[in-house]
């Protein structure tokens, strides 16, 4: 699932590519999960259509794991990539129902690239899609101010990257919420951005195993999380994400980051830092990778 850095990445690319521009029509095969807000309740496709035509981007921002579009008229477009979407930013024709791509290099020779279930057309000719596989990613269309005021907006956690989420929120935050370290830190209503991939990361570069509970944290053990979190978020993102599955960026490309991984998805191999064998369980359903040796 794409987290804080490669939902960042969608953003910067999506503001060098769509802002002030116009959607004049969208084509989907997956009517029945898009979703328009109107007077709070969902009027679903057919309403989506009609109110996103005309609308123009004015802003490209990022709520948590969520990508949101603020468009002319005081619409704003919701779109959770979710497990396996991802936003490409091209040109598409339709051939015998299916998108093919017509713009050359990755998006149109990765494989990833090429489960296209909504396509937005733009006034400059181009267009945006969602390729998602596995058809899990949310869209949604709200009245900005409705959105503001959404549960799900409102229960979310202050960003792993804002500014207010100093070190000592960052621990007063954590010792509210009972559970495993690792657990807590991908809760959104915690802290929002983090996910499966930089919670393993983060623990392991603050030398902390992910079955502690928070309470159970020094001062020294708060702060070494709280600085690992800036650290690989930011760098990160400067490597445009991770690509360990289906993410890519929205010009089709994988992000490099999965290069830098310590622990993630290494089970079994060898500890960069001390050389002893990493170790994978599973933790509320979710697997935990990290080094018995590093982290106590």
Known sequence: MPELPEVQT????????????????????????????????????????????????KAVRRAGKNIILDLSQGWS???HQKMTGHLLYGKWRKDRNRWQAQTKG??????????????LK?????QLALSDVRKFAKIELWPTRDLADSKEMKALGPDALSAELTPSLFKKLL?????????ILMDQTVIAGIGNIYSDEILFRAKVHPQRSAQSLSNADFKKTHQAMRVILKKAIQLRGTSSSDYRDINGKKGA???????????????????????????????AHYCPNCQK
């Open 10 to 57: 969608t953003i910067n690319g999506l503001r060098k590519k769509v802002l002030e521009r116009i959607f004049f029509d969208v084509e989907t095969d997956i009517s029945q999960k898009i979703r328009c807000f109107v007077g709070g309740r969902n009027k679903g496709f057919p309403e989506f259509k009609k109110q996103i035509r005309h609308k123009r981007v």
């Open 77 to 79: 477009l919701l779109i």
């Open 106 to 119: 990755a998006v149109q020779q990765d494989p990833m690239n090429r489960f296209i279930h909504l396509v």
């Open 122 to 126: 733009l006034n400059n000719g181009y």
């Open 175 to 183: 010792l509210k919420k009972k559970g495993k370290i690792k657990q």
């Open 257 to 287: 980051f999965v290069k830098l991984l310590k622990v993630y998805r290494r089970a079994g191999q060898k500890c960069p830092k001390c050389q002893g064998i990493i170790k994978r369980l599973k933790i509320g359903g979710r697997s």
